[in-house]
């Protein structure tokens, strides 16, 4: 079965909303051979609305300056889950309105490649809740950025998980990515 790998950049301060504005400098050879490395290990991307706008506006007119990495980000499937988007402007875009637990564990069990989603959100809960999501990878990155309202995007009202560490990778810069997976509800680490 195909797992959806989340990957989120995220501050010291808990920040992961407009992450380029404190993650370029941070993102150097090894980071990108390893976003590299995921992003060609996924067949499609998944996200909500807000992200999947904002890629769907930027991406299409960076395969010249991101080649072969661009080129993927645009070729592969992209699931929109939004009850309010009408039109994927994207390439390859499947919009998921309704039943999304259930679409997505359909999408689960088609042949294919590993599922990527950037950011932490509603969605990601929504995963979460589902037993969907399948791994956290948070990039730690040594910044401090003051603002955001970060707390709110990942952990809301209600919402709890508990997670096992499985990996940790190390870069040079000093961002830490921690790869964490979802604990069923009633196993203990």
Not at 2 to 22: A, F
Not at 140 to 154: E, Q
Not at 178 to 187: D, F, L, M, V
């Amino acid at each position: 079965m195909r797992k959806i790998i989340n990957s989120t950049y995220i501050s010291l301060d808990g920040v992961i909303e407009n992450p380029h504005m404190w993650t370029m400098e941070y993102f150097d050879g090894e980071a990108q051979a390893y976003a590299r490395e995921l992003l060609f290990s996924c067949d499609a991307l998944i996200a909500g609305r807000v992200t999947y706008e904002g890629f769907a506006q930027a991406w299409p007119s960076m395969e010249e300056q991101t080649g072969d990495y661009g080129v993927r980000m645009n070729s592969i499937t992209h699931y929109a889950v939004s009850t309010t988007l009408e039109k994927g402007e994207w390439n390859n875009t499947v919009i998921i309105k309704e039943n999304v637990a259930d679409e997505v564990r359909k999408i689960k069990q088609q042949e294919g490649q590993d599922i990527v989603q950037y950011g932490f959100g509603q969605v990601s809960r929504t995963l979460v809740e589902n037993g969907l999501l399948d791994e956290v990878r948070l990039w730690i990155h040594p910044v401090m950025v003051g603002t955001g309202d970060a707390a709110d995007l990942i952990t809301a009202e209600g919402f709890s998980s508990k997670f096992e560490l499985a990996d940790t990778t190390t870069f040079g810069s000093g961002v830490i990515v921690a790869t964490y997976r979802p604990i069923a509800p009633g196993k203990d680490a």
